[in-house]
């Protein structure tokens, strides 16, 4: 097997890592500019701060295996590959070790490995690099990938003439709760910007491909168009609930977004978290981050409303369950592949048919 370490200044990174990588080089993930340092990761982790205080809640590294760490040394350059080409370089200022089950209880809240975001981080190799990352272009990538820089999506929002945009973070194809919190949210903004996220998910999560397809099927049939902006975020899914919460709004923050939408369990799995316990962080750090969070409540299908509503509007949530459709991601996943009838009261109908048209709808 060829050595892709070889000469002591090259690695092979991941499609993923190199997203990772231009996310830093694009200003997606400012303040951070480096790959971080044990100090940051350390700092990160305890207080969803960099060391040197400014507000960050998830660590960007680059790992490497042993062999990988042997050939590399502090404060010398380091080549990157992806696919053999090429990409960048990065100035390699520190190796080093953590402990990361101790670190998946701060990230994440929990050690268990049915968590697909504790079971990705302990599967990461063992030494971890940090440093300033030098590409050689940025170029978009491949064109179903949908990606602008920050610097040309506030070029787009200057054109359209928007003073207020609010951002909308997704993995999933657009549902009627999906809707909801859409149209909610532009009776109070100038435009909205969708940006489904591309990088890694876990199994049977939907492809990018039919995210996509889904939403602009829906803003070209069921949006004012005139008013939304669609492109993608080039990052992997943390699974980290509140924290990833903070992370996502200070992304959008970056491309030029003055809200953003938080709904119930945002990036949360299973019942990890709290049903709004990104709302309560959210709160802590909002008046630092420079933008608006929109804490809307979760939308749900009322059958005595007949219509999609929260528990701030609805009248029978509490003592009425039995008339409550709750609507989710999941939920609509475990149908499709069951083949089980999905009413269009919770997900269009067209929505339905572009999924059963695809031949390929799931990771």
Not at 235 to 240: E, K, P, R, V
Not at 319 to 348: A, C, H, P, Q, V
């Amino acid at each position: 097997m060829e050595n892709f370490f070889k000469l002591s200044s090259q690695i092979k990174i991941s499609l993923n890592d190199y997203y990772e990588l231009r996310n830093l080089h694009d200003g997606v993930y400012y303040p951070l500019k480096n790959l971080v340092n044990k100090s940051n990761f350390d700092s990160i982790a305890a207080n969803n701060r960099t060391a040197a205080g400014e507000i960050f809640p998830l660590p960007i590294f680059l790992d490497v295996d042993i062999k990988g760490a042997e050939k590399l040394s502090a404060k010398k350059n380091c080549k990157i590959l992806l696919k053999e080409n090429v990409v960048g370089e990065i100035e390699v200022n520190d190796i080093y070790k953590i402990n990361k089950r101790k670190v998946c209880k701060k990230l994440f809240n929990t050690n268990d490995l049915n968590h697909p975001g504790v079971y990705n981080f302990l599967n990461k190799k063992e030494f971890f690099i940090g440093g300033k990352v030098l590409l050689n272009n940025t170029r978009n990538t491949k064109k179903k990938d949908f990606y602008f820089k920050p610097s040309y999506v506030k070029e787009i929002f200057s054109k359209n003439g928007w003073k207020s945009i609010v951002g909308f973070q997704t993995r999933n194809i657009p549902h009627r709760a999906h809707e909801h919190l859409l149209r909610t949210a532009l009776e109070f903004v100038d435009g909205l910007f969708i940006q489904p996220l591309v990088g890694n998910k876990k199994k049977g999560d939907f492809t990018n491909e039919i995210i996509f397809k889904c939403y602009n099927l829906l803003i070209n049939n069921f949006l004012p168009k005139n008013k939304i902006e669609l492109s993608s975020l080039l990052t992997s899914m943390w699974y980290a609930g509140p924290r990833e919460a903070l992370f996502h709004s200070i992304i959008r923050r970056n491309y030029g977004c003055t809200h953003f939408i938080v709904g119930r369990d945002h990036a949360g799995i299973g019942n990890y978290y709290g049903k709004y316990d990104a709302h309560k962080l959210l709160a802590k750090y909002e008046n630092e981050i420079g933008i608006t969070i929109m804490k809307l409540s979760g939308p749900f299908y009322c059958s005595i409303c007949d219509g999609i509503a929260t528990e701030e509007s609805c009248p029978h949530y509490e003592n009425n369950k039995d008339k409550i459709t709750e609507i989710s991601g999941t939920d609509i996943r475990k149908k499709l592949n069951s083949k089980i009838y999905i009413s269009k009261k919770i997900i269009r109908p067209e929505i339905v048919n572009a999924l059963k048209s695809s031949s390929n709808i799931f990771i």
